[in-house]
């Protein structure tokens, strides 16, 4: 166990909508990036916030956006759900010092989201 | 750009025998490599990593990798596997200084009795 905690587990939209998904981070990490695993393939990084900022981004439209707050807690929003959204959305928690990662990415357990 | 291939998508074996899962990367710097597991309906888990240093890696639960730069490889092994070996295993690299992970497609490993 990581401690690294996501929610909610599983959830169910319909193309257009909109979601939240929340993730704590490891007590200790500052920095927390969000990734995408769709079926059958490996997790395609989304982006990454550290104080409160942006700070890194994989190849995904606007309309997925973030948040960090104080407690180094995070969310992920998707706005006008596509089918293609459909996926597991991992969430793991690092250590950044120096403007490098210093310790290895810890993973949650996902939030699993189906877009009908 | 960085890119993982994970030769093979499924690879059976059978309990006791030798685990062999390929990863090839490419890469314009030398970069950090990393081998992580996943059980159904579960998150990631990180197996071993190569930084820097002795090129031959141990991690948890019996695995190990051997980082191979002229080959640009990282491949995992077990000298035997064990019927809680069978779970999706994801290849991933990431450059120095960098902040994202690139994985490759996976490998399901199936363990036969």
């Known amino acids: 166990e990581t401690g690294v905690t996501q929610s909610p587990t599983h959830l169910i939209k319909t193309r257009g909508q909109q979601v939240t998904l929340r993730c704590s981070s490891q007590?200790?990490?500052?920095?927390v990036s969000w990734y995408q695993q769709a079926l059958g393939q490996g997790p395609q990084f989304i982006f990454q916030?550290?104080?409160?900022?942006?700070?890194g981004r994989g190849n995904f439209p606007p309309r997925f956006s973030g948040l960090q707050f104080p407690n180094y807690s995070s969310e992920l929003n998707v706005n006008a759900l596509e089918l293609d959204d459909s996926a597991l959305y991992l969430c793991?928690?690092?250590?950044?010092?120096?403007?490098?990662?210093?310790?290895?990415?810890?993973f949650g357990e996902g939030s699993r989201l189906t877009v009908l | 750009a960085q890119s993982v291939t994970q030769l093979g998508s499924h690879v059976s074996v059978s309990e006791g025998a030798l685990v062999l899962l390929r990863c090839n990367y490419s890469?314009?710097?030398?970069?950090?490599l990393f081998w992580y597991v996943q059980y159904p309906n579960q998150g990631l888990q990180l197996l071993l990593k190569?930084?820097?240093?002795?090129?031959l890696v141990k991690g948890i639960n019996g695995f190990e990798a051997e980082f191979k730069k002229s080959e640009t490889s990282f491949h995992l092994t077990k000298p035997s596997a064990h019927m809680s070996d069978a779970a999706e295993y994801f290849c991933?690299?990431?450059?120095?200084?960098?902040?994202?992970?690139?994985f490759g497609q996976g490998t399901r490993l199936t363990i036969n009795p």
């Open positions: 793991a928690s690092s250590v950044l010092a120096g403007g490098a990662l210093s310790r290895e990415l810890f």
């Open positions: 890469s314009s710097v030398p970069p950090y």
């Open positions: 007590s200790g990490h500052n920095t």
């Open positions: 916030y550290y104080r409160e900022e942006e700070n």
């Open positions: 190569y930084t820097t240093g002795a090129t």
């Open positions: 991933a690299v990431r450059r120095q200084g960098a902040q994202k992970l690139v």
